[in-house]
Each structure stands twice: as structure tokens, then as C-alpha cells.
């Protein structure tokens, strides 16, 4: 019988879908170089970018070989391919997200891998504090629940995309699906069988805020979540409505904070 890893010696694969990020992809792996739990292996997946993202990501590929780079064959305008490309290649037990303009501070693996302590939980997930575009912080932590089941979940996304890791063996192989809101759907569909999210309590994600239009994004996220309650759930209008004003109101508290 093959013994069975300590949870400190398990392998966590981490996926950085990339497109055009020269300005902050050196900064994303940089905070993934940091980590104070070192059992990782980091997979980018370039979607075909057309600035200097490949050059900077080359340049690392040399210095560490637990980075590795992939090359998706076409621009797919979203991030759900690059991060389908990266959970076909894991190697890990354990699969964590770090979009290319995020940063991790230093104890974000070590902190999370010790609460997978029972069965039933599948991700751990942690607060984030939310930066500027030229990564200036101001205190603007987002809070979430400690504990998450899937009928909280409904109530609107609380698990911060860039924090979260999850246990690729107790919810086998999933990948995204090509929708909106893919990420709010990725977890609701493992929460759905049972699992629980458990959050650190701890700050241990920057989360750049980019510029553009927010609102026109915040109108684009409304409808998606809808699309997932009323199209991918199979909800009824009443239930749809009930939880979307769950979801406005986390979204709200999102956006102002």
C-alpha cells in the first residue's frame, strides 16, 4: 500500500492564465517564488499575447523549473481555455488559481494547506485586501463568511478567485465551463455534492483593480449570475429572484468597499 503524503509534502499546482501582462505577470510569480511553502509547481498558460508577457515568463522558465509555460494554439478571449489547459496538466493533488495582475503574499500556501484537516473540506479560500493598478494599498480588505456550504454560496460569490485552493482528489478532475460567471459555477458544482469552503480568516491575496468600465463589467457579472441561477441550476423565477438579491447585495458591499 503507498503511504500517504504529509499535507506539507503534497504537490500544489498553481495556474496563472496570462494575456498580455507584461506590466504585472513579474510580480505574480515573484509572490509565488516567496512562498513560504515551496511544494508547488506554477503552470502559465499565454494566450497568445502580443506584448512582452512570453519574454518575461521565458526569462523565469530558466531560473526555476518548477515554472512551466504553455501556449495556448489561438487568442480564446477568455480565461476559461488557459485555466482548462492548466487543471489537464496538474500534477498536483492540489490546484490553486493566481490570475497574472494578482499577488500572493508570502504565507498564502503554508496558512492554507493546514486547514484541509477534514474530509469534507474541499477549498480553502482566505480574505484579500484590493490594490490599485499601480499596486497601492489602501486597507480595502473584503471579509467573507468562515465557513461556506453551497446554499451560502448561492447567496453570491464570497470566494475571492485569486484565494482559493481546492482538493483536485476529493472533487476529481473539473474544468470550466464556458460561460459567465465561470468561477462562481466552478465552486458552486463542488459545494453542490456536499463539500464545505473553509476560510483562513487571514489576508493572503492583493487584488489589483484594473481600469476600465466597472459598471458596464458589474452589469455584465448581474446578468451571468442570473444566466447560472435560472440556466445552469434549472431555478425557478421566485428562487432565481431570491438569491440574485442576496447576490446584489454582496456584490454592492464588493464594489464600494
Known sequence: MRKMKKIDEQLVSIITSCF???????????????????????????????DNSVLIINRYLEKDKRIKLFVNGKNSKSPVEPRNIGIKNARGRYIAFLDSDDIWLPTKLENQMKKFTEDN??????YYEKISEKGKRKNRII????????????????????????????????????????DFA?????????????????????YRIRTG?????????????????????????????????????????????
Open 121 to 126: 473540506i474541499a477549498i480553502v479560500f482566505s
Open 186 to 206: 466552478f465552486w458552486l458544482s463542488m459545494l453542490r455534492s456536499g463539500f464545505i469552503a473553509i476560510n483562513t480568516k487571514t489576508v493572503e491575496v492583493l
Open 20 to 50: 498580455n501582462s507584461e506590466k504585472y505577470i513579474s510580480q505574480a510569480i515573484e509572490s509565488v517564488l516567496a512562498q513560504t511553502y515551496q511544494h508547488w509547481e506554477m503552470l502559465i498558460v499565454d494566450d497568445c499575447s502580443v
Open 143 to 182: 471579509f467573507s463568511p468562515h465557513i461556506v456550504i453551497y446554499k451560502e454560496l448561492l447567496k453570491g460569490d464570497c470566494i475571492g478567485f485569486s484565494t482559493a485552493i481546492y482538493d483536485n482528489e476529493k472533487c476529481r478532475k473539473k474544468y470550466f465551463e464556458n460561460i459567465g460567471a465561470e
Open 213 to 257: 468600465s466597472l459598471s458596464s463589467k458589474k452589469i455584465k457579472a448581474a446578468k451571468w449570475t442570473w444566466d447560472i441561477y435560472r440556466k445552469v441550476l434549472d431555478f425557478s423565477v421566485f428562487k432565481s429572484v431570491f438569491y440574485f438579491i442576496f447576490y446584489m447585495i454582496t456584490a454592492t458591499y464588493k464594489y464600494l468597499k
